[in-house]
């Protein structure tokens, strides 16, 4: 059974960058598309970027589109993803989950296996 476990969350000023990362057990992820989804204060958690298993599609929502780029990393079993040119309204909780496709990667029901969460927080 896939187990995801989500790090590199923290404070950082508007314009600055972070680097999350999903660790994966259980199950490789070459087999796993994986998908990050940021949770708002208040508001429902949305998908903002997807990897499918192979590593060689990758889909962004329009809010990171530019900014966010993600990759995987099968050596280390491991998803990222580095943000950039980051603003207050990016502040929340980061989360990774695995789905077989990332064909309804911005619909959080399609997908299983949630980590714990990391939090970010862009404030000056």
């Known amino acids: 059974q896939l187990q995801l476990v989500e790090s590199g969350g923290g404070l950082v000023q508007p314009g600055g960058s972070l680097r999350l990362s999903c660790a994966g057990s259980?199950?490789?992820?070459?087999?796993?598309?994986i998908g990050w989804f940021h949770q708002a204060p208040g508001k429902e958690r949305e998908g903002i970027s997807c990897?499918?298993?192979?590593?060689?599609?990758?889909a962004y929502a329009d809010s990171v589109k530019g900014r966010f780029t993600i990759s995987k990393d099968n050596a280390k079993n491991t998803v990222y993803l580095q943000m950039n040119s980051l603003k207050p309204e990016d502040t929340g909780v980061y989360y990774c989950?695995?789905?077989?496709?990332?064909?309804?990667?911005?619909?959080?029901?399609?997908?299983?296996?949630w980590g714990q969460g990391t939090q970010v927080t862009v404030s000056s």
């Open positions: 989950a695995g789905a077989k496709t990332c064909s309804r990667f911005m619909d959080w029901l399609d997908f299983g296996s």
């Open positions: 259980g199950i490789t992820l070459d087999l796993s598309a």
């Open positions: 990897i499918s298993s192979s590593g060689t599609s990758t």
